[in-house]
């Protein structure tokens, strides 16, 4: 299985873009999906992460203008990002956590670059 993530680009402060991540085929099992990215020269870290009941969670930085939402019948995981300011600049990662057979995956998807500026 691969993730294909998408919709990256330049965009405006203030602005808006949704990155999506779709799955080569269906998974299941999935205990969660989310994004996580990584600016130059700094770690990668949790941005929005969905559980398989929908449960969600933010990095403080990006509550109240980030969601995070999934389609399973696309097997795709989106999000919105709304409101973006240049610290949101970086390589955003997709990333679905699931379990085959007992053992648990954690698959990653190849990056996306946004960049906020003017």
């Known amino acids: 299985v691969q993730l294909q993530a998408s919709g990256g680009g330049l965009v405006q402060p203030g602005g808006s873009l949704r990155l999506s991540c779709e799955a080569s085929?269906?998974?299941?099992?999935?205990?969660?999906m989310g994004w996580y990215r990584q600016a130059p020269g700094k770690q990668r870290d949790m941005v929005a992460t969905i559980t398989s009941g929908d449960n969600t969670r933010y990095a403080d930085s990006v509550k109240g203008r980030f969601a995070i939402s999934r389609e399973d019948a696309k097997n795709t995981v989106y999000l919105q990002m709304s409101s973006v300011r240049p610290e949101d600049t970086a390589v955003y990662y997709c990333?679905?956590?699931?379990?085959?057979?007992?053992?648990?995956?954690?698959?990653w998807g190849q990056g996306t670059q946004v960049t906020v500026s003017s």
């Open positions: 085929k269906r998974i299941f099992s999935i205990n969660s």
């Open positions: 990333n679905v956590v699931y379990t085959r057979y007992g053992t648990v995956y954690n698959l």
